[in-house]
């Protein structure tokens, strides 16, 4: 799996005129108190079921609150024939202490 640090992402989106998804995967909660910016929440118990509706051909970028919950649905759609799947190192804790200090931290 690929792996894609805060600073790395950042850089990518900077100016990316086909961005990839950013995929959520918290629970509404988290995601309410905190994302980045243009990011789609799916929570994990949702993917498993509704991975379908998401195209297998997309530079998609995985993101939870450390990078754990984030690689195992990476894995899990690297296992169902997604081919452009990156897991953000850290998740959103490594883009609040890496890229937007301002982000609200739990």
Request: proline content about 6%; hydrophobic content about 40%; charged content about 15%.
């Amino acid at each position: 799996m690929q792996q894609i640090t805060a600073v790395e992402l950042n850089q990518r989106l900077q100016g990316c005129e086909t961005p990839p998804l950013l995929l959520d995967v918290r629970e509404p909660h988290e995601f309410s108190y905190c994302h980045i910016k243009g990011s789609v929440n799916m929570p994990m118990s949702v993917v498993f079921s509704d991975y379908a509706k998401l195209e297998p051909e997309q530079e998609t970028v995985v993101i939870c609150h450390h990078g754990m919950r984030s690689a195992q649905i990476a894995n899990f759609l690297l296992s169902h024939g997604f081919s452009k799947i990156a897991n953000l190192t850290g998740g959103v804790a490594a883009w609040a202490g890496h890229v937007d200090k301002s982000m609200p931290t739990y």
